[in-house]
């Protein structure tokens, strides 16, 4: 570490550090207290994909993903982060099962929550069969945590978003915070795009992306609870707060997401765009929303956005 | 095999499952006499909001009404690729219906799925691969990724994409790849009649408890997914 930056406190360094720039383990190391990382399988056992050099594709020894357990504000917790640098932070055979043996572990001991921190683009195409039963392992293990007590909560902000599978496993945990460039969809705008043509998607609009799928509209539409400024200590602050506003999982929220999602579809069923929801939901020149400094639209989000709290 | 070919076969003391616009809602008479929740996609429908939501709902309604299995059929698109399904938030609809069947599974009502025609990607998440049993039907035909997408993204020909799926079956489509891998756990035969196969089945469910890995490696074809979740999960517990 260079001489200037020797007195700066782990928070200040995490609130100057992007959360959209950094790699997976330097958002790990500001969002847990400092030095409390301890990795599980890490790089130097170099247990790395079966698959890719099937393709003569290079091959990353942590898999593209860091999962371990450290300490936030002094309470232990098991946290995963995808590397979205590393084959778009996709899921494979290694990578996925890391991460199902992290939450089969948290669902044993029941009291210690999970953090996954997303940024991918969904299945590995390389070992799409494997990427994706990985995927519905990960997801039929958060349900079992989740159904054990245990909270699940997914923080995305990261270059690769939270597509495809991953968008399906940001459904099932308990809560999430997100941060404007953190995109959560199924379909990614060039999947839509080949498949249906430019004029149902143009993917190189990327303003039409950002309102999409981006994190403001999906605070607004209570998809996520919280919105974060794209730095590591925001995100921080984020996991406690959501934390602490997580309550019990079972069939009642259930029922109050069927409810949820059932009363958006009546309501914003017809809209064509981002702006005709935001619109629709009572905010007054919707258009201006993508501009917003993430403090203003902290306030408007408070003020308007819908919630999943005890309903997801 | 007709969808209604499959279902009259499957239950042969009757049934009251109807497609409305590819989305199955009902339930069926077991021999037993006691009654089966059925749900589905068919004729190869996408699987946007509008029938997630449906299907769902008709889950949670007969969770503490009824009781018994639920059957989930499945002859899919992939998820619906729309600008509308992302824009009100595709991902938790879809994540929503797993969510109901893996809770139904959970609690009292063991859930099957039968894969009877295609499905896909985000579909056969939320459908299919939500269920304890995955069942395949002859002919059945899932692709996580189609092979020309898949040509595309890696700049491989087809040709030596195909070459390449030979020997290995963790990334080409097809119902016999899936179930090396897990995701199937077995594959009926039309050489029985279905009833007889989903009575034997239903006698003999394996517990909840998803072991989709160790047969994944049981059958040579995920080799590396239950070790490695193991090992992991053992280092966890150690944080105790």
Redesign the interface.
Known sequence: MSAPLKDITPAERARSTSFYEASARTRLELLLDAGSF?E??GPEQR?VS??LK??DLPEQFDDGIV?G?GRLDGS?V?VAAQEGRFMGGAFG??H???L???I???R??GS?PVLILFDTGG?R?????????????I???V??AR?AGVKVIGLIGGRSGCY??G??????CSALAVSEPGR????GPE??E???GVE??DSRDRALVWR??GGK??RL?G?ADVFADDNVQDFREAALELLELVGPFG?DA??A??ER??D??RR??A????VD?WTAEGIAHAETVPELPADQFIALADRTGRTSRDA? | MTLDDILTALFPDGHEVRNDKGVLLGSATLRSGDSMLVLGVADRTALG??EA?RL??HV?RS??RDSGPILVLVDSDS?R????????????????L???L??AD??GRPTIGLLYGHSA??A???TG??TRVLVGLPGADPA??DLP??A???K?SMEALEE?AK??????PGLS??AQ???VHMTWSHAAPLADQLEALLADMPVAR?G??AL?KARG?????????????????Q??
């Open positions: 301890v599980f399988i247990e079966p698959h099937i393709f999962v357990r232990p098991f055979e290694v996925g099962a890391k199902t043996g992290l089969r572990a948290a044993q001991i210690i299945v195409l390389q070992e799409a069969n494997a990427g994706e039963l990985a995927i519905a392992e997801m039929r293990a349900m079992e159904s495809g599978g968008g399906l496993i940001a459904g099932c959560i969809a199924v379909s999947v839509i080949t498949n249906r149902e998607f999409t799928m509209h999906r539409l998809a069939l259930l029922k997401e069927q999602l059932a958006r579809l914003l069923s809209c064509s765009d981002a929801i997801r | 909001v509008d939501i769902s709902d949670l969770i503490g998820q690729m729309s600008k509308r399904d992302e824009l009100l938030g595709l991902n938790e609809f879809l994540a929503h797993a969510k109901v893996i809770h959970l609690n990607a985000g056969l998440l939320a691969l939500a996580v990724m997408s898949m595309k993204v890696t491989l390449k020997s290995t079956p963790v990334f080409a790849n899936l891998m897990g995701a998803d989709r890995d994944g074809g995920r080799l590396k997914a239950v070790e490695i979740a193991e090992r992991v999960r053992d280092l966890a517990l944080a105790r």
